[in-house]
């Protein structure tokens, strides 16, 4: 098994053209100017994770009131990942990349989420009955006495989150300019072993 895994952590990751690199770059600049101009607001993409953040409610909540709660979180975080595991393990470079970028940005979403735990001023949105609905991150830092302390984590949430983007487009761009120069390096040996052999 442990072979297996060596092998597996040697497969090469399949190459990112140029034009896809400067296309995927120029993509994450956009999108991070659009985050860092929001300051810290709901973002177009937070659409489609309160989607996901509902229904995690919904799933998790089979297993009792206290997963469900930390349901919609739970799911919100765990699409992506797994998405990005699913990716990672076929070596999609892009794909991977894209998915983990995601990951992270979810962390900002989350943040504003927390930081709002004691205000209670963002609008709520909830699958139930509507007079049943219940602000997420109050009810769970105040189970864990720490309500007092919300927008401190929020903070911390935030930072990992940009520090998780910013890593993620880095890696990138890492690994396809390491793919990209192993690629000549291995065109530069066929070409020459090519003449040898003329």
């Not at 970028?101 to 001023?121: K, P, S």
């Not at 219940?134 to 935030?158: N, P």
Request: charged letters at 10%; aromatic letters at 20%; one cysteine or more.
């Amino acid at each position: 098994m442990f072979e297996n895994w060596i092998a597996f952590r040697e497969t090469e990751w399949q190459p990112v053209p140029r034009w896809a690199l400067v296309a995927w770059v120029g993509f994450y600049a956009l999108f991070l100017a659009y985050v860092f101009h929001s300051h810290g607001g709901f973002l177009f993409i937070d659409m489609a994770n309160l989607v996901v953040h509902e229904g995690g409610h919904l799933l998790f909540g089979w297993f009792g009131p206290t997963l469900g709660l930390w349901g919609g979180t739970l799911l919100q975080w765990l699409v992506p990942l797994l998405l990005a595991a699913y990716f990672y393990t076929q070596r999609q470079t892009g794909s991977f990349a894209f998915c983990a970028f995601f990951f992270f940005e979810n962390w900002l979403y989350t943040a504003t989420y927390m930081a709002d735990a004691r205000a209670m001023v963002l609008p709520l949105v909830t699958t139930g009955d509507p007079d049943n609905v219940e602000h997420d991150w109050h009810t769970i830092f105040s189970s864990i006495g720490v309500l007092q302390y919300d927008t401190t984590i929020a903070g911390i949430v935030r930072f990992l989150g940009w520090c998780g983007m910013l890593g993620v487009v880095a890696w990138l761009v890492w690994q396809s300019l390491k793919s990209s120069s192993t690629a000549d390096a291995l065109t530069g040996e066929f070409n020459i072993l090519n003449r040898r052999g003329r």
